[in-house]
């Protein structure tokens, strides 16, 4: 039923991504369908012929206060779809030292 939610493939290779992720790392219902949420939110409009920075990934999944913004970047990070670099927001900090540390820069 999930899978047939997905409306791209590239939100149905997320949601394979997560389900492998929560499955390895313990994650909860909760955050699971969090993360499915947020996924949603943070893949809308995207192609995946580039990669996003963890500060976008942040602003767009915000204001779904169920949606794990730590978990979202896991996934994109497995899925070498997030990037750190110079955040939107002006601080030089915030992607280099928030997001997964498997990130490589943009």
């Known amino acids: ?9 590239l939100l149905l290779a997320a949601t394979r991504c997560a389900i492998d992720l929560a499955e390895v790392r313990g994650w909860s219902a909760a955050t ?5 949420t947020g996924l949603k939110a943070a893949l809308d409009g995207h192609t995946g012929d580039d990669r996003s920075r963890y ?25 070498e779809l997030l990037c ?11 992607d280099r030292t928030a997001a997964p540390a498997n990130c490589p820069p943009c």
């Not at 039923?1 to 493939?9: A, E, I, K, V, Y």
């Not at 750190?84 to 915030?94: A, E, V, Y």
């Open 1 to 9: 039923m999930l899978m047939q939610r997905c409306d791209t493939p």
């Open 32 to 36: 699971i369908t969090g993360c499915f």
């Open 55 to 79: 500060s976008e990934v942040r602003q767009r999944v915000r204001p779904r206060s169920h949606s794990s913004a730590t978990r979202i970047t896991e996934v994109l990070a497995e899925m």
């Open 84 to 94: 750190t670099t110079t955040p939107l927001r002006g601080d030089p900090d915030l």
